[in-house]
């Protein structure tokens, strides 16, 4: 990677500090991922948990962003994508929704769930009596693979470190995971979604519930009726009348 330039350095420098960063590592080693900007993003989380506020984890997330969209660890995807698609929603969302990877309309757009199987799930958040504007929506995946196949496990252990610190930032209450990549993968587990759903998990301070994939519910409306039992589960949990 080129070094960068003395306004991005200034600006990227600026970023921090607004972000709170007060000291950088004095080295920092090339081949180390993920970078230096990003395991201060970390710290600072990490560092002060409940005390950040949603301008700082704006901020963070800002920081993380870049590192995504800069991000080349899966060849064939860095290749193959129009831009990552990072996350929506709000840095200091109670419920954060977790789905597997973007399809042909979120590639084009850089905004997660907004084809076919996003527009159903906006349907169930509303169903929720939430709106979209209330929860944070991010992927496993941040870049789309080819012919919308299943994230293969590389390219899981790829995002995992972006996932991870993108929910450490947000803190948030709960986790619905859809479908089974998804759940898999938060969970490392290899347990279908069939024997994920039902159960109460903990994700750092995070209650997590599974559920159906939307993509899923569009080949088998039948399952709708299951999806809408979990969401008054989670709806009850988090004291949401509907
Ligand atoms: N399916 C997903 O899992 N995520 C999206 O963003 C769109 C479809």
Request: glycine share 8%; hydrophobic share 40%.
């Amino acid at each position: 990677m080129d070094a960068p330039s003395p306004n991005a350095l200034a600006q990227r420098l600026e970023s921090l500090a607004l972000a709170g960063v007060t000291n950088l590592p004095k080295k920092r080693r090339v081949s180390q991922e993920p970078s230096a900007t990003a395991r201060q993003a970390e710290a600072l989380v990490a560092a002060t948990p409940s005390t950040n506020g949603p301008a700082d984890r704006v901020q963070a997330l800002a920081i993380l962003r870049d590192d995504v969209a800069a991000c080349t660890r899966c060849g064939e995807l860095a290749a193959g994508r129009t831009q990552t698609v990072f996350g929506v929603g709000p840095a200091d969302a109670r419920l954060c929704f977790f789905g597997e990877a973007p399809g042909a309309d979120e590639d084009a757009s850089g905004i997660p769930f907004v084809g076919r199987a996003g527009q159903l799930l906006t349907k169930i958040i509303e169903a929720c009596t939430l709106s979209r504007d209330q929860v944070y929506i991010l992927n496993v995946l941040k870049c789309r693979p080819p012919n919308n196949r299943p994230p293969h496990p590389e390219e899981v252990a790829n995002c995992r470190g972006y996932f991870e610190r993108q929910l450490a930032i947000i803190q948030p209450e709960f986790i619905c995971c859809l479908g089974t990549s998804a759940a898999q993968a938060l969970l490392q587990t290899t347990e279908p979604i069939g024997k994920l759903r039902h159960r109460w998990f903990d994700h750092g301070t995070a209650r997590v519930i599974c559920t159906y994939h939307p993509s899923y519910l569009l080949r088998n409306p039948a399952a709708k009726r299951d999806v809408w039992a979990d969401m008054k589960v989670l709806m009850a949990a988090m004291g949401v009348g509907m």
